[in-house]
Nanobody
Framework: QVQLVESGGGLVQAGGSLRLSCAASGGTFSTYAMGWFRQAPGKEREFVAAISWSGDNTNYADSVKGRFTISRDNAKRTVNLQMNSLKAEDTAIYYC??????????????????WGQGTQVTVSS
């Protein structure tokens, strides 16, 4: 069983930056591919970014490509999401997720087995 706890959310002005972190406990962290998803009010949860076991392979939603960077530190059991050039439309609850279904990255939420409780990101325009 893996427990995930997100942190780093908050209120930021458009054009600003935030760094989200997700700390994992339980399980063998280096054997889980990780992802970030988000859900805005009245909208479905959507994929943001994903990273492979090793951290060598990443994938991004088109809406965040070039602005967000996902990374992981297997020794510290953390995965991070650096968010730059934030826009009002990035406002959402951001969730960290883990999956043991293969070493590569995963874009579909139904491929993930464990979820954090989420952290709110609000971008003011």
């Amino acid at each position: 069983q893996v427990q995930l706890v997100e942190s780093g959310g908050g209120l930021v002005q458009a054009g600003g930056s935030l760094r989200l972190s997700c700390a994992a406990s339980g399980g063998t962290f280096s054997t889980y591919a990780m992802g970030w998803f988000r859900q805005a009010p009245g909208k479905e949860r959507e994929f943001v970014a994903a990273i492979s076991w090793s951290g060598d392979n990443t994938n991004y939603a088109d809406s965040v490509k070039g602005r967000f960077t996902i990374s992981r530190d297997n020794a510290k059991r953390t995965v991070n999401l650096q968010m730059n050039s934030l826009k009002a439309e990035d406002t959402a609850i951001y969730y960290c997720a883990a999956t043991w279904r293969g070493s590569g990255w995963h874009r579909r939420s139904d491929e993930y087995d464990y979820w954090g409780q989420g952290t709110q990101v609000t971008v003011s325009s």
